[in-house]
T-cell receptor, first 114, second 113 residues
Framework: SQQGEEDPQALSIQEGENATMNCSYK?????LQWYRQNSGRGLVHLIL?????REKHSGRLRVTLDTSKKSSSLLITASRAADTASYFC??????????????FGQGTTLQVKP | DTAVSQTPKYLVTQMGNDKSIKCEQN?????MYWYKQDSKKFLKIMFS???????INETVPNRFSPKSPDKAHLNLHINSLELGDSAVYFC????????????FGNGTRLTVT
């Protein structure tokens, strides 16, 4: 199984602090994506990083990818209460063809206290 | 306008019943999915359709039958509901490329009693 694992499972920080979440996966990938899920809502795509990229930024988000360690991290800088949500990594597989199939990790639940 | 919409949002039913969940997307995407999220937030793919054709079927029991009348709709019918079917079911869509992000609906919370 290519199921990703996320670490930590839960994270609680104060507003203004940085939050770092990690994701590990098992097989070779074409790309890795991060999603956010607010309580009672669907997942929202945040950022995609390709297997030949090492780092990517989007606003207060910074994603790194280390394909040699099969791991990725998501850093949220200067966190806000509105960042409170669950964060998931998702990977495709080089062996899955062009099906668009994504395998999701179990997520990190982030709480940002005002 | 809602991009991916699913109905109903909540579904409470008894064991043994048959129920359907509907999904529609207005993004013009060719590919649609059903995912199941359990109580531990683990999200697992169930089915994927590309332009009305089934392309992924992830060892889901035969009681689950997806139907895609056109590429903008992917419905999920569940026969003989069991307690273990209780979960949140998400519909999603994407363009037909492996690097494309998924667009999710807001989910249908199914509770089987």
């Amino acid at each position: 199984s290519q199921q990703g694992e996320e670490d930590p499972q839960a994270l609680s920080i104060q507003e203004g602090e940085n939050a770092t979440m990690n994701c590990s996966y098992k097989t070779s990938i074409n790309n890795l994506q991060w999603y956010r899920q607010n309580s009672g809502r669907g997942l929202v795509h945040l950022i995609l990083i390709r297997s030949n990229e090492r780092e990517k930024h989007s606003g207060r988000l910074r994603v790194t990818l280390d394909t040699s360690k099969k791991s990725s991290s998501l850093l949220i800088t200067a966190s806000r209460a509105a960042d409170t949500a669950s964060y998931f990594c998702a990977t495709d597989s080089q062996g899955s063809g062009n099906t668009g199939k994504l395998i999701f990790g179990q997520g990190t639940t982030l709480q940002v206290k005002p | 306008d809602t991009a991916v919409s699913q109905t109903p949002k909540y579904l409470v039913t008894q064991m043994g019943n048959d129920k359907s969940i509907k999904c529609e997307q207005n993004l013009g995407h060719d590919t649609m999915y059903w995912y199941k999220q359990d109580s531990k937030k683990f999200l697992k793919i169930m089915f994927s359709y590309n332009n009305k054709e089934l392309i992924i079927n992830e060892t889901v029991p035969n009681r689950f039958s997806p139907k895609s009348p056109d590429k903008a709709h992917l419905n999920l019918h569940i026969n003989s509901l069991e307690l273990g079917d209780s979960a949140v079911y998400f519909c999603a869509s994407s363009p037909p490329l492996s690097n494309s992000p998924l667009h999710f609906g807001n989910g249908t919370r199914l509770t089987v009693t």
